[in-house]
């Protein structure tokens, strides 16, 4: 069990649009951060959420926003899609005070 | 920034026979080192990690070793068996931070019967 649950699990957006991502940490996980996997690649960390804010962030643009709710659950915002944005969007969860990062089963992004 | 190389990237056995991974990083300050197993379709499993101020962790079959004088560290799976099929993933904690990890590219490891 992952202890965290994504949505939608599959997606198709066209070029110039927006598309929102969703996470859902079980209790216990107040902190959240998002990757994106392309096809064939490890993760890549775009950003991490603690109390609400954005805490680190990774290489990329500010297309790239996020959000995280009171319940610790986690929104990503990607604006003006780009093909490039095809990949896997992973959200991790994790106490802050444990360190471990699990993994979500991820949503999956084409754009054409 | 850190970097982290891993290799192989693909990796064949015979059931029953060991398999070694092996990963670098280029940041010494580095102190948290986890293993993801992902299987298709599915997001990445952590399967054992292990931290700076200790040098091998074992967990059944699955062993990780680290030196970091020399700033590598290694998954070896004993007695491997074909539901060991799957991409395994090191990867190292950027700036202390455990949230913000760098993956190597992976290693396909495939468990013949």
Redesign the interface.
């Known amino acids: 069990d992952a202890g965290v649950t994504q949505s939608p699990t599959h997606l198709i957006k066209t070029r110039g649009q927006q598309v929102t991502l969703r996470c859902s940490p079980k209790s216990g996980h107040d902190t959240v951060s998002w990757y994106q996997q392309a096809l064939g690649q490890g993760p890549q960390f775009i950003f991490q959420y603690y109390e609400e804010e954005e805490r680190q962030r990774g290489n990329f643009p500010d297309r790239f926003s996020g959000h995280q709710f009171p319940n610790y659950s986690s929104e990503l915002n990607v604006n003006a899609l780009l093909l490039g944005d095809s990949a896997l969007y992973l959200c991790a969860v994790g106490g802050s005070n444990t360190g471990e990062l699990f993994f979500g089963e991820g949503s999956r992004l084409t754009v054409l | 920034g850190e970097n982290v190389e891993?290799h192989p990237s693909t990796l064949s056995v015979q059931e029953g026979d060991s398999a070694v991974i092996k990963c670098t990083y280029s940041d010494s300050a580095s102190n948290?080192f986890?293993w993801?197993k992902q299987e298709l379709?599915?997001?990445?499993?952590?399967i054992i990690?292990i931290r700076s101020n200790v040098g091998e962790k074992k967990d059944q079959r699955i062993a990780v070793t680290l030196n970091k004088t020399a700033k590598h560290f290694s998954l070896h799976i004993t007695e491997t068996q074909p539901e060991d099929s799957a991409v395994y993933?090191c990867?190292v904690?950027?700036?202390g931070?455990?949230?913000?990890?760098?993956?190597?590219?992976?290693t396909k490891l495939s468990v013949k019967p």
């Open positions: 891993q948290y986890p993801y379709g599915k997001g990445p499993q952590l990690d993933f990867a904690a950027y700036g931070s455990q949230g913000n990890l760098i993956f190597g590219k992976g």
